[in-house]
């Protein structure tokens, strides 16, 4: 994954996920591990889950 990014609305800690969007995939990551590996996604899928969110469809 190229371009790892947290989000502007994520602590300052480090308590938070990153992202890196590649052609074909997207990795979210620990910020707190960064080495200690990521989840891969398709597209379509990452764009799934933020509709859920936006949409406060996830249990919690």
Known sequence: MN???KSS??????NCVE????F???GI?????RDGGH???GPAQ???FL?????DVLDT
């Open 3 to 5: 371009g790892w990014r």
């Open 9 to 14: 609305y994520s602590p300052h800690n480090n």
């Open 19 to 22: 992202v890196g969007v590649g």
């Open 24 to 26: 074909d995939a997207v």
């Open 29 to 33: 990551r620990d910020t707190k591990d």
């Open 39 to 41: 989840l891969v996604v």
């Open 46 to 48: 990452w764009q799934a």
């Open 51 to 55: 509709r859920a969110v936006k949409n």
